[in-house]
Antibody, heavy 116, light 108 residues
Framework: EVQLVESGGGLVKPGGSLRLSCAAS????????MNWVRQAPGKGLEWVSS????????YYADSVKGRFTISRDNAKNSLYLQMNSLRAEDTAVYYC?????????WGQGTMVTVSS | SYVLTQPPSVSVAPGKTARITCGGN??????VHWYQQKPGQAPVLVIY???DRPSGIPERFSGSNSGNTATLTISRVEAGDEADYYC???????????FGGGTKLTVL
């Protein structure tokens, strides 16, 4: 079964850090570019970051550039998002997504709440 | 930065055809992807590259893209189609993925 499972979400204070993980199974992870997408409560989808299959190309949304770092470990079939200097507006469900033609594979999401 | 504009809501009676638009500057020159998201669930890809359907997506779902507007068409709408729908493109000028604001489809 094709699956992405996110973990690492939780409650963190403003200015704090959190590291999200995404475990992939059921497909050739190393062949897919991977992304993080977030959705604030009651809001729409917002793309956060992309990483190519070999980590050669990395892109960030302006809203997180300089604070978030995407990475992957193809040997472990895992995707990561290091989030620093967190703000209240980073509160959202964070989805990891696998890209073949489009965002073909989605995880179930992990909730990040930034609050004092 | 590139902006995609969707109507906040579309309503349609069961059995009728729903059309959800996605507006963007010369969007016809880009590849548009569409996602369906039901409450409490992760999004699901329903149309990619303007008009292709992933396996498992009913033929009732179709897409088109020309000029400044892309359209997701859902024929013979069913109650189970009620969801939020998002369009998406890759903006090569800024190396960013862009989502539209989403459209809530209500089946009357």
């Amino acid at each position: 079964e094709v699956q992405l499972v996110e973990s690492g979400g939780g409650l963190v204070k403003p200015g704090g850090s959190l590291r999200l993980s995404c475990a992939a199974s059921g497909f050739t992870f190393s062949s897919y570019s991977m992304n993080w997408v977030r959705q604030a409560p009651g809001k729409g989808l917002e793309w956060v970051s992309s990483i190519s299959s070999s980590s050669s190309y990395i892109y960030y949304a302006d809203s997180v550039k300089g604070r978030f770092t995407i990475s992957r470990d193809n040997a472990k079939n895992s995707l990561y998002l290091q989030m620093n200097s967190l703000r209240a507006e980073d509160t959202a469900v964070y989805y990891c997504c696998g890209v073949r033609d489009a965002f073909d594979i989605w995880g179930q999401g992990t909730m990040v709440t930034v609050s004092s | 930065s590139y902006v995609l504009t969707q109507p906040p809501s579309v309503s349609v009676a069961p059995g009728k055809t729903a059309r959800i638009t996605c507006g963007g500057n010369n969007i016809g020159s880009k590849s548009v992807h569409w996602y369906q998201q039901k409450p409490g669930q992760a999004p699901v890809l329903v149309i990619y590259y303007d008009s292709d359907r992933p396996s498992g997506i009913p033929e009732r779902f179709s897409g088109s893209n020309s000029g400044n507007t892309a359209t997701l068409t859902i024929s013979r709408v069913e109650a189970g189609d009620e969801a939020d729908y998002y369009c998406q493109v890759w903006d090569s000028s800024s190396d960013r993925w862009v989502f539209g604001g989403g459209t809530k489809l209500t089946v009357l």
